[in-house]
């Protein structure tokens, strides 16, 4: 008898809780009028076949890594294949086995990175990120203020 009155005293207040999970599941915002979460996924093709010789590149959290113990069967990249990957407006990471650097996509879908990098990457203000060195070195620029933003500051 007592299992029934607790099933009855905290059932409104259950089936509230529901309804105010599904409103704010179906308008797509959060709590207190927060912005929605999701974010438009871009394709953005990573084009690395200027890399000599042959070897194997990724993104972390987007495509298998680059340290597996095998090399014949490695399922990352290689760096003879353009690769389109689907990619939130955030900040990511290129990473090959001499040079790494990292990257943004904006909420508009284009790349962004270092000018200080210009000299080995192409494809700033595009869908396309083009690597064209295994090694940044000799590099005589100077550091720039890309490296100080906070995502997704445009």
Known sequence: MLHKV?????????SL???GLVTMGSTGTGFAGEPPTRLTEHPITIDAT???PVS???V???TPSIWGSDPESLDAPKTSELRELRLKPGRYKFISFTFD??????LNGTLDFSKSL????EGRGTQTLVVLCKRTYPHGGQPDAYYDRKPNNG
Do not use: E, S, Y
């Not at 650097?101 to 904006?106: A, C, D, L, Q, S």
């Open 6 to 14: 607790a099933i009855r005293h905290w059932f409104p207040v259950f």
């Open 17 to 19: 809780v529901l309804a």
């Open 50 to 52: 200027k890399l000599v």
């Open 56 to 58: 194997w590149w990724q």
């Open 60 to 62: 972390p959290g987007m």
């Open 101 to 106: 650097f990292p990257f943004t996509v904006n």
């Open 118 to 121: 210009d000299q080995c990457v």
